[in-house]
């Protein structure tokens, strides 16, 4: 980093599709700013997840960016659900268009981050040995960046080759005629298995909780449906803001409860058949009521029974220990059937757990494999990890570990009390991943610029939540979610991933539009609820 980039008005952390879209902005605005990047490209979680079968999970034409014009007019999805590197090629082509790359400095982590009251300033350092100044520190680090790889006893000692999914190599991995195990059967693993199925001489799946999936509704795009869609993207924009999850659907108007059985079969069969996460939505109490839940649970139960033909193996495969939908939903393209392939064995590491890992492989309680290749689909530290990795210190040295020792605050999600000038895109207490993505971050950076140019438009430095506002948000983001399904599932939406993390449920579930209108009300009050100074 270069010595006239030590007195910043802005510091970004992360160079994915929020911290692409926030250092526009802040440009916009005037202001000079710097993005750290731990990574040796853009693109966040399209740089990093390169595992076999990496693919976005919402339709491409709503995961791109709306705030230009000319840039959701002439790109061309080639498929309707885009794989890792056609997302991994438009967010470098965002970078080049817009001309972000010089404002970015990559392979740097920021290790720590320290307020000054006095000054109204943060002074970030990184592992490089920068230290950078700047009046405002932007959090655009995502909700799944921090990697958890398990501590298994022994994992030294490995004689093969071991990845974690979120870390995969750039020029792949030759798995031809090889061993491999794959730990994990959330996203990542669900999507990578049937990849790695068709190339390694034997594939043994370790899952200790069975998750429900669904199949993609991936194809090649269709250039006519394309083309009606750009011709009306401004109305389908407008719409998608307003939405419960960021992409505009028909909100269903009946319980499950209120049809006959065979009705809602084949209403279940119907939107199973299209793909996605269609049947997920075809009823209004599905992540309200058990008893509705389970209609579809049993649902998704019978087709894994229909699919996988030894029956032993396909009970093992049926989630019976959560609500569907209470976990990340998952969209796979042939999960199910590769538990037909000769090649593949199921181990269920609930009744015969992981002891170690040893020099040829991994011993359960009950049984040693020998493997060439270990993967740890294993996740991640998810919402909180990525900001706590950071060192970052408040107002009297209050490190935000020891405020967030029993779980996240946030106002908004936005900003957190006694750190002040300190801004997080999709924060633990917004919608984030339970939205579009991408439309989520749209919002949340415009809401951030917007307030930045507020604050320097009434001569003010400081910005920061009250603990008042901080504590009403947090209790009325903990109420929708105990109003829900959500609290009965052991996920990493409650850091249940984590040995030791407080499980406090991380995201907003009151849905993206109703979010929006709170955002807006806050900013138009005078950013009601922030102390500014």
């Known amino acids: 980093m270069s010595e006239n980039h030590r007195e910043l008005d802005v510091v970004i952390v992360g160079a994915g599709f929020a911290g692409l879209y926030m250092l526009h902005r802040v440009r916009e605005l005037g202001l000079s700013a710097r993005v750290l990047e731990a990574g040796g490209g853009v693109g966040g979680t399209w740089y990093w997840n390169r595992y076999p079968g990496a693919r976005v999970d919402v339709p491409s034409l709503f995961y791109s960016y709306s705030f230009s014009s000319e840039l959701q007019q002439e790109w061309n999805w080639p498929e309707t659900y885009s794989a890792q590197p056609e997302l991994l090629r438009y967010a470098e082509s965002v970078a080049d268009r817009f001309d972000l790359r010089r404002d970015i400095s990559f392979e740097t982590t920021v290790v720590r981050a320290a307020w000054d009251d006095g000054a109204a300033r943060w002074t970030i350092e990184t592992d490089r040995g920068d230290r950078v100044s700047a009046r405002y520190l932007i959090s655009a680090a995502g909700c799944l960046s921090a990697t958890n790889v398990p501590d298994f006893a022994g994992i030294e000692s490995f004689r093969g080759e071991w990845y974690h999914t979120s870390r995969w190599p750039k020029e792949g991995v030759d798995l031809a005629g090889k061993r491999v195990g794959v730990v994990g059967t959330g996203s990542s693993g669900i999507q990578a298995i049937p990849v790695i199925a068709e190339q390694a001489a034997h594939l043994f799946v370790f899952q200790r909780t069975p998750n429900y999936s669904f199949p993609s509704a991936t194809k090649p795009m269709d250039p006519e449906v394309e083309r009606e869609w750009k011709a009306h993207y401004d109305e389908h924009r407008a719409k998608d803001r307003v939405s419960f999850g960021g992409q505009h659907v028909e909100a269903p108007d009946r319980s499950a409860l209120d049809v006959c059985d065979e009705e809602r079969t084949r209403r279940y069969e119907a939107l ?100 060439d290749v270990i993967v740890f689909a294993t996740g991640f530290d998810a919402m909180t990890g990525p900001l706590l990795r950071m060192g970052i210190t408040g107002r009297n040295g209050l490190t935000l ?73 947090v209790d009325h983001v903990n109420a929708l979610a105990d109003a829900t399904l959500f609290r009965l599932a052991n996920s990493w939406y409650v850091g249940a991933n984590i040995p030791g993390k407080p499980r406090v449920f991380l995201p907003y579930v009151g849905g993206l539009g109703a979010y929006r209108a709170r955002c807006d009300a806050v900013a138009g009050n005078g950013y009601e609820g922030f102390a500014l100074r």
């Open 272 to 371: 199973w058949d299209q793909g996605a996460f269609g049947v997920l939505q075809s009823f209004n109490d599905l992540r309200t009521s058990l008893e509705a839940n389970e209609t579809l649970a049993e649902f998704v139960r019978s087709r894994i029974r229909a699919i996988v033909r030894d029956p032993d193996v396909a009970e093992r495969l049926c989630p019976k220990d959560h609500p569907v939908g209470t976990k990340r939903p998952c969209l796979d393209v042939g999960y199910y059937e590769t538990f037909n392939r000769d090649n593949v064995t199921l181990v269920d590491v609930r009744a015969d757990p992981i002891e170690e890992i040893t020099p040829t492989g991994l011993r359960t309680s009950l049984a040693s494999y020998d493997l």
């Open 401 to 473: 570990a020891e405020k967030w020792h029993a779980g996240a605050r946030t106002y908004l999600g936005l900003a957190t009390a006694e750190f002040p000038n300190l801004f997080m895109v999709t924060g633990p207490g917004s919608p984030s991943v339970l939205a579009s993505m991408i439309t989520a971050i749209e919002q949340h950076v415009d809401w951030i610029a917007e307030a930045i140019a507020y604050i320097d438009s009434h001569s003010y430095d400081v910005i920061e939540p009250t603990l008042e506002a901080e504590n009403a948000w």
